[in-house]
């Protein structure tokens, strides 16, 4: 849950607009991730899925099943291996940027989870 007072009485119920991490502000309506310096990182739907999926839960380890059922609902199989491409993708292309800072972390055995700390915006 959210801690108390954390959010103004007129806002709780309201969805976030868009989660900031690392150098990124992340745009769910726009549907864009730009870093600081105002560029774009060209992503497909899925890797943005992801990403938003990661800041969502940010800190805590999702399983490969949950990002899974998150980002494709239930046509993927039980050998799909479109999250670990999707999130080696993802990873060169945030990290790149981010000079060698581990933006999302693969747990041995459990999943993934987004290492940094992000904000609601």
Do not use: M
């Amino acid at each position: 849950g959210r801690a108390a007072g954390a959010t103004p009485p007129a806002a709780a119920a309201a969805a976030p607009a868009g989660f900031r991490f690392a150098q990124y502000t992340l745009d769910l309506a726009a549907r864009r991730v730009a870093d600081d310096a105002g560029r774009e990182l060209a992503l497909t739907g899925g890797e943005f899925d992801l990403l938003v999926t990661l800041c969502r839960n940010a800190g805590r380890v999702l399983s490969r099943d949950f990002l899974l059922d998150a980002t494709r609902g239930r046509e993927a199989g039980p050998f799909d291996r479109t999250v670990d491409v999707q999130i080696g993708r993802l990873r060169r292309k945030l990290e790149g940027e981010a000079a060698g800072q581990a933006i999302i972390k693969s747990v041995r055995g459990a999943g993934y989870l987004l290492a940094v700390p992000v904000q609601a915006r």
